[in-house]
């Protein structure tokens, strides 16, 4: 509630529902900690193998579009 009522006088953002509740059921025991670091643990790894998977989507996004851009430039040649 704090927080809100910061928002209205300060315009400071409140904290996201989602962060809110996390920490929540943290200070509940809800969440071990040793879920926390296997999450995190997964996640370092997983960023390690995100610079390929970028890569590959940006290859594949630059293929689409210059097939749109192929498929553009037969369309406006037909139409001239």
Do not use: W
Not at 13 to 40: C, F, H, Q, R
């Amino acid at each position: 509630m704090e927080e809100r009522l910061a928002f209205y006088d300060k315009g400071v953002a409140p904290t996201k529902n989602v962060v809110a509740m996390a920490a929540a059921m943290a200070d509940a025991g809800l969440i071990s900690g040793k879920k926390k670091k296997e999450k995190k643990r997964k996640a370092a790894e997983g960023e390690a193998g995100d610079d390929a998977a970028e890569g590959a989507e940006a290859a594949a996004a630059a293929a689409k579009a210059a097939k749109k851009a192929a498929k553009k430039a037969k369309k406006a040649a037909a139409e001239a």
